[in-house]
């Protein structure tokens, strides 16, 4: 069984997301970087982060199901005194995945994966942050190159925050 089959049977086996209807999916692509300090919404079919994104001041960053995120590089999220809600379903997962997936590999270089997503100083007053309905795939934690020396961020048990009904592949932190 193909990988992505996998992944996305493991979400399957999970209840459905509740009832939030999505937004419809864009065909055209987005390229995004940099700061994001207010409220914004992906609904691209395609995401492509060109740079580190920080969620900031209390900003809210909407990722539509059916939208697939990737980064061109080793960068990552960063939420920052802000909020991702993440609206992934089964049949339409929102997918967080490198731009060169071919070249990833268990080393610890940058080769082929991403930074992950870390949540920084998320005040209790702010809206929730929540990844409901995702794939997390090629995000690695290279010690000395992340926000802390190495702490991963995404996969498996290197996930900071909350998490529901997703699915982690090829994915590794490491200290």
């Given at each position: 069984?193909?990988?992505?089959?996998?992944?996305?049977?493991?979400?399957?086996?999970?209840?459905?997301?509740?009832?939030?209807?999505?937004?419809?999916?864009?065909?055209?692509?987005?390229?995004?970087?940099?700061?994001?300090?207010?409220?914004?919404?992906?609904?691209?079919?395609?995401?492509?982060?060109?740079?580190?994104?920080?969620?900031?001041?209390?900003?809210?960053?909407?990722?539509?199901?059916?939208?697939?995120?990737?980064?061109?590089?080793?960068?990552?999220?960063?939420?920052r005194d802000g909020a991702l809600q993440a609206h992934g379903t089964p049949q339409q997962p929102v997918v967080w995945t490198t731009a060169d997936p071919g070249a990833f590999d268990a080393s610890q270089d940058?080769?082929?994966?991403?930074?992950?997503?870390?949540?920084?100083?998320?005040?209790?007053?702010?809206?929730?942050?929540?990844?409901?309905?995702?794939?997390?795939?090629?995000?690695?934690?290279?010690?000395?190159?992340?926000?802390?020396?190495?702490?991963?961020?995404?996969?498996?048990?290197?996930?900071?925050?909350?998490?529901?009904?997703?699915?982690?592949?090829?994915?590794?932190?490491?200290?």
């Amino acid at each position: 069984m193909p990988a992505a089959d996998v992944v996305r049977g493991a979400i399957a086996e999970h209840e459905a997301s509740p009832s939030v209807p999505p937004p419809p999916v864009r065909a055209t692509p987005l390229t995004v970087a940099g700061d994001i300090a207010q409220d914004t919404l992906w609904d691209a079919a395609s995401v492509l982060v060109t740079a580190d994104v920080t969620i900031r001041d209390g900003a809210v960053l909407t990722v539509a199901s059916g939208v697939t995120v990737r980064f061109d590089g080793y960068f990552g999220l960063v939420v920052r005194d802000g909020a991702l809600q993440a609206h992934g379903t089964p049949q339409q997962p929102v997918v967080w995945t490198t731009a060169d997936p071919g070249a990833f590999d268990a080393s610890q270089d940058t080769a082929g994966c991403w930074n992950g997503i870390t949540f920084l100083n998320v005040p209790a007053a702010n809206p929730a942050s929540f990844l409901r309905g995702c794939v997390l795939e090629h995000a690695k934690a290279v010690p000395g190159l992340g926000l802390d020396d190495g702490a991963p961020r995404a996969g498996g048990q290197c996930l900071d925050g909350p998490a529901a009904r997703c699915a982690w592949w090829a994915t590794r932190g490491s200290k």
